[in-house]
């Protein structure tokens, strides 16, 4: 067997002759891999854990008031860049291209809904808000033409790429594009921490500090709560916090997520995959790890830059085994939250559970295209009819897993402001103007089709067939 030092010897020559990839590319996976071999992953000693005080996360509900000035808010506002991560594909939900193209609401894209929220805020305040999407190798090509439609908007918008990698085969170490793979599948993105060196490679970072910006806020484009938010903005500006995340309580729906913790003076992202075993338990419950990271970031442009520059983001490796053609690959990815504990003064924020709406699947899909939510000026908004602070809990069989099948099993969305839980099996469809309340189970039994009609209300119904209707 070669050693790690054979390995990287190998390696290196083989990337330099990868011509696809910019040197810049070529340095950053050696780096990545370089650091893997080494074995640098971070423990965490359980019994150093801290709960963070609320100095560090601080609850939204105690940040100072917005001035009330306009031309305040402006000036607020011209400091800001908001970054959208835009290197997904909807292939989950059955969809070519981006995720951000999939339409969520009165035939409006994810991308449309950001694009008329920045507009809203650039025409109200006078203000230059400029809007980032960071592509990867997947979407760029796509996204440059979906763009084109947005250039006569008030909303200047650019485009970089995050970095493309070569997948790493498992047995050799040998990078895929190497043994003849030369298409995309021989390619990986490396997760959204490769946000900041690239933001800095693509001379992005740089071109938005000197025109005065001082902070981006960075989301995934498919979390419809995460728009811009001043009273955030504000307390960071007065605090001087180079790096805030906002953090909101968990539900037993997010027991994975990864969570804030003071560790050694520090505050840091605890991730399940850095649990020890024994451990996973803990971690996953509601009593000691209160909150998790809805991956809305705030991050000093300057401080960036400095931390890129001295190549001290070094967050912790993901690896991440995959299969391509029956050839097992390794591609290592870092996270943008886990930057957190590099940054001078960060802090995490306490929000609302309103700032985190991600749809992942067509049963978010549903909950957003309902009644639950109201769409105004690109912002969507939860219905204040619902008395229930929580959303209802949907399982949508694999029928409904594609958007396209999805949408032709409704005739309409159903009416789910008193919904609390659905569950759908078979070869279901839905007529128009249907009412769901309280617990509802629908399940087609195999090889039927089971319709409900139009006008139905289903209110703590199980239905397993006709007859039950």
Not at 180 to 206: A, C, E, I, Q, R
Not at 434 to 446: D, E, F, P, Q, Y
Request: hydrophobic residues 40%; aromatic residues 6%; charged residues 25%.
């Amino acid at each position: 067997m070669a050693t790690d030092a054979e390995k990287l010897t190998q390696l290196k020559s083989a990337v330099a002759g990868l011509n696809q990839i910019s040197e810049n590319e070529k340095n950053g996976f050696i780096n990545l891999v370089a650091r893997y071999l080494s074995g640098e992953a971070q423990h965490v000693e359980w019994s150093k854990i801290q709960t963070p005080t609320d100095e560090i996360v601080v609850p939204y509900d105690i940040l100072a008031p917005v001035p009330e000035d306009p031309a305040e808010t402006k000036k607020l506002l011209d400091k800001l860049v908001v970054l959208k991560l835009n290197g997904g594909l909807g292939t989950t939900m059955g969809c070519t291209g981006p995720k951000s193209v999939i339409e969520v609401r009165n035939g409006l894209t994810f991308l449309d809904l950001i694009v008329i929220q920045i507009e809203n805020l650039n025409a109200k305040y006078g203000c230059n808000v400029p809007l980032l999407l960071m592509n990867s190798f997947n979407t760029h090509d796509d996204t440059s033409k979906i763009i084109e439609k947005y250039s006569k908007s008030n909303v200047e918008i650019h485009t970089f790429n995050q970095s493309q990698y070569p997948r790493l085969c498992a047995d050799d170490f040998v990078p895929l594009p190497c043994k003849g793979k030369t298409d995309k599948d021989g390619w990986y993105p490396p997760g959204h921490g490769d946000v900041f060196p690239s933001l800095m490679n693509s001379g992005k970072l740089d071109a938005l500090i000197s025109q005065g910006k001082e902070y981006v806020f960075a989301a995934n484009s498919d979390n419809l709560g995460a728009i811009v938010d001043l009273k955030i903005l504000n307390h960071l500006i007065q605090n001087k916090n180079e790096y805030c995340m906002e953090v909101t309580p968990k539900t037993l729906a997010d027991v994975k997520g990864g969570t804030l913790i003071s560790y050694e003076g520090k505050v840091q992202l605890l991730e399940i995959a850095q649990v020890p075993d024994e451990h996973v338990n803990e971690f996953k419950s509601i009593e000691k790890f209160k909150i998790f990271n809805t991956n809305n970031l705030w991050v000093n442009l300057k401080a960036i830059k400095r931390l890129v520059e001295a190549d001290a983001l070094k967050m912790e490796i993901i690896p991440n085994p995959k299969e391509v053609d029956g050839i097992k690959v390794l591609q290592l990815e870092t996270a943008a939250g886990a930057a957190i504990r590099f940054f001078d003064h960060a802090i995490g924020c306490n929000v609302h559970r309103s700032r985190f709406l991600p749809v992942k699947a067509t049963s978010d899909l549903l909950l957003v295209q309902s009644d639950l939510y109201t769409l105004a000026d690109g912002f969507v908004t939860r219905n204040e009819a619902r008395k229930n602070p929580a959303n209802p809990t949907i399982e949508l069989g694999p029928e409904f897993k594609k958007v396209g099948n999805f949408l032709s099993r409704f005739k309409s969305i159903p009416s789910i402001i008193e919904l609390d839980s659905l569950k759908v099996t078979g070869d279901v469809w839905f007529g128009a103007n249907i009412t769901l309340k309280g617990k509802v189970t629908i399940a087609a039994k195999s090889g039927e089709k089971l319709e409900i009609p139009d006008g139905a209300v289903l209110e703590n119904k199980e239905i397993n067939g006709p007859g039950d209707l």
